[in-house]
Structures are given as C-alpha cells and as structure tokens.
Antibody, heavy 114, light 110 residues
Framework: QVQLVESGGGVVQPGRSLRLSCAASGFTFSDYGMHWVRQAPGKGLEWVALISYHGSSKYYADSVKGRFTISRDNSKNTLYLQMNSLRAEDTAVYYC???????WGQGTTVTVSS | QSVLTQPPSASGTPGQRVIISCSGSRSNIEINYVHWYQQLPGTAPKLLIYRNNQRPSGVPDRFSASKSGTSASLAISGLRSEDEADYYCAAWDDSLSVGLFGGGTKLTVL
C-alpha cells in the first residue's frame, strides 16, 4: 500500500544538527514532488520545504531557510531533511507529505532542548 | 499570524451545516489551488479536498469546498460527532514561493 514512514527524530541540543528521513513505498516516488510539514506542540501546521520530483527545485519557509536542506534519493525512494543550527522553536512533529498532501507519514518528533 | 486566515473555532449540532472560511490574497488563493485537510487529535492530517473542490475517493460527499477570488470555504453538511477535528486550508504562494497553511479551525460538534 501507499505509505510514507519518517524516522530520525529525537532530542537534540540547540545549535546541533539532525537528519530526518522519509521512506516511500507503494507508488512511483520519482513522479511526485514532496513536502516537509511540521507542527509544534499545541500549534497548527507549518509548511517547511518542498522539493520537485527530480530534485532540482527546492523551496523553503523563511523560518528554516539557510539552516535546513531538503533532498531526495529517487533510487532509494527516500526524502531527507537535514536540519542544522537547531533552535528551541524547531521543536515539533515533522511530517513528510506527497505533492497535494494526499499521503502523509505518521510523523517523527524533534525536540530541541538543552 | 498566518497569511491564510481561518476562524479559530466553529461549532454546530449534529445534522447541521457548517462553513469554514479561508481568506488569502491574489498571490495564493486567487491564482493557485486550495486544499483542505482534517486533523483528528494525535493523528496526521488527512486530505479532504484538493484542487479547490475535488474530493479524494473515500471522503464523504458531506464535505464540499469552493473558491471565489481571494477566499475559499469548506462546507460540512449533515454534521456528525466524528467530524470534530481541526481543519486547515492550504495554498501555494507565487509571490513568496512558499507553501501556506491557514491557522486552523477547531470544529466542535455540540
């Protein structure tokens, strides 16, 4: 079945780095643009980044631009989010989602705390 | 404060019709598709409506949506207790080259 599974979340100190992964299955991954979306505790959804199906176009929210990098490996059916210089305000559940948001992962939790 | 503006809350009784609005601007709602998501507590969002008014398979026809100019709306008819959830609109913004979510509307079924 069509599925997205995130991994890589955890507790990290401010200023450190973390890489999230999103493994896709059940569909032709290389045909779709992919998003990262996050949700801070008790807050609404926040769009984080988008990568085109071929990986050559990337877009970022102002809140993460210059610190986060979205990438993908179509040979491995996997989406990534490299998060550097993490801040307390990056604490959230991070979801990957397919193009129009018809498929979402279960989310992985990132906590930035000293 | 979100660029897409939704009322923070809405409510209705079982069987009623509820409408949730989403206000934006020319660079997002007016010229791009609007999508709507439902999020139940502790779960990932679920796509309710895509491309302004299209329902994915499996979404009941009680859910419908429309768009006019810089605003969009989601209508839920025949309200049921299981519709109690958070609802979000979303659109791409061509000026900012970013994705946008509304702040979300918490729907309570009284």
């Amino acid at each position: 079945q069509v599925q997205l599974v995130e991994s890589g979340g955890g507790v990290v100190q401010p200023g450190r780095s973390l890489r999230l992964s999103c493994a896709a299955s059940g569909f032709t991954f290389s045909d779709y643009g992919m998003h990262w979306v996050r949700q801070a505790p008790g807050k609404g959804l926040e769009w984080v980044a988008l990568i085109s199906y071929h990986g050559s176009s990337k877009y970022y929210a102002d809140s993460v631009k210059g610190r986060f990098t979205i990438s993908r490996d179509n040979s491995k059916n996997t989406l990534y989010l490299q998060m550097n210089s993490l801040r307390a305000e990056d604490t959230a559940v991070y979801y990957c989602a397919r193009e129009v948001g018809d498929v979402w992962g279960q989310g992985t939790t990132v906590t930035v705390s000293s | 404060q979100s660029v897409l503006t939704q009322p923070p809350s809405a409510s209705g009784t079982p069987g009623q019709r509820v409408i949730i609005s989403c206000s934006g601007s020319r660079s997002n709602i007016e010229i791009n598709y609007v999508h709507w998501y439902q999020q139940l507590p502790g779960t990932a969002p679920k796509l309710l409506i895509y491309r302004n008014n299209q329902r994915p398979s499996g979404v009941p026809d009680r859910f419908s949506a429309s768009k006019s100019g810089t605003s969009a709306s989601l209508a839920i008819s025949g309200l049921r207790s299981e519709d109690e959830a958070d609802y979000y609109c979303a659109a791409w913004d061509d000026s900012l080259s970013v994705g946008l979510f509304g702040g979300g509307t918490k729907l309570t079924v009284l």
